[in-house]
């Protein structure tokens, strides 16, 4: 049983654009690395604020799991120790 795409969905087809298959010029990006950079450092900055009121709010309620769903853990992978290094990266005290 063949249907016809909805009026809406031919019209969506219609105007999409196709991606260029090589990769486009510095000039040609629409968003400049310093752009990207500066972003990247809100959602971060964003996200540890999160991070911080789960920990508060997860010590308050005695509700542990609150701040395991807030863990940086992607943000902030662990690398395998070496003799007498202490492991890289977040999940300590003081940010």
Known sequence: MDRKPSP???RTRKHCVTLPKRKPSREE???K???LDLLDGV????VRMARD???????????PA????????ALY??????????PAGGGGEGG
């Open 8 to 10: 809406t969905l031919q």
């Open 29 to 31: 990006r629409p968003w």
């Open 33 to 35: 690395p310093e752009t």
């Open 43 to 46: 959602v971060v900055s964003l």
């Open 53 to 63: 009121a789960a920990e508060v709010a997860a010590r308050d309620l005695s509700e």
């Open 66 to 73: 609150m701040a395991t769903a807030f863990e940086l853990s």
């Open 77 to 86: 992978k662990r690398r395998a120790k070496k003799k007498g290094e202490q």
